[in-house]
Antibody, heavy 120, light 108 residues
């Protein structure tokens, strides 16, 4: 059974860079993988996705600040978000996208989430 | 670009049936997926595609769609079904995921 685990600093200073890693265990990294965030008390927001080949897609809302990368040898993928502000405070989830055909962006496996606070 | 809309909250009596809806232009082209989220936990996929349940999801959860509206029905709601439910799909114009704002389901 594939499991995902987010890791990275839980506190980032304003204007700094948020860096998170998602480790895939119990299965193959051959798939599409996404980052989704959830500000406290709010809904889910998709940030970006990456294929094991390295192809990636970004939400226009984050394209100028986000970078998503994959490291197949470590079975990890990562997110970097630059120039963070308090509005970036959220729980960040990594998720597997198992969609196809007319059913796309189907997130069938999620990590537990990593709470990241942007504060000085 | 496209957005998905959901009713903020709905309540259902224990054992009764409740249907929550998700509306958006993209749902005329793509299926919605539905996620259950309980406080402090990660979302769980409960319905995807035309009406598919991942392994382990009770068969009281079902999905349907018509035009630009997708629906999630819980038949015989249990106390354990009390949660927030989010829908999502692909954007109608660009390759990105969009989520609805969520519906809080209360089981009375």
């Amino acid at each position: 059974q594939v499991q995902l685990q987010e890791s990275g600093p839980g506190l980032v200073k304003p204007s700094g860079t948020l860096s998170l890693t998602c480790t895939v265990s119990g299965g193959s990294i051959i798939n599409w993988w996404s980052w989704v965030r959830q500000p406290p008390g709010k809904g889910l927001e998709w940030i970006a996705e990456i294929h094991h080949s390295g192809r990636s897609n970004y939400s226009p809302s984050f394209k100028s600040r986000a970078t998503i990368l994959v490291d197949k040898s470590k079975e990890q993928f990562s997110l970097r978000l630059n120039s963070v502000t308090a509005a970036d405070t959220a729980v960040y989830y990594c998720a597997r996208d198992n969609g196809s055909g007319k059913s796309l962006f189907v997130f069938d496996i999620w990590g537990h989430g990593r709470m990241v606070t942007v504060s000085s | 670009s496209s957005e998905l809309t959901q009713d903020p909250a709905v309540s259902v009596a224990l054992g009764q049936t409740v249907t929550i809806t998700c509306q958006g232009d993209s749902l005329g082209m793509f299926y919605a997926s539905w996620y259950q989220q309980k406080p402090g936990q990660a979302p769980i996929l409960v319905i995807f595609g035309e009406d598919n349940r991942p392994s382990g999801i009770p068969d009281r959860f079902s999905g349907s769609s018509s035009g630009n509206t997708a629906s999630l029905t819980i038949t015989g709601a249990q106390a354990d079904d009390e949660a927030d439910y989010f829908c999502n799909s692909r954007d109608s114009s660009i390759n990105r995921a969009v989520f609805g704002p969520g519906t809080k389901v209360t089981v009375l």
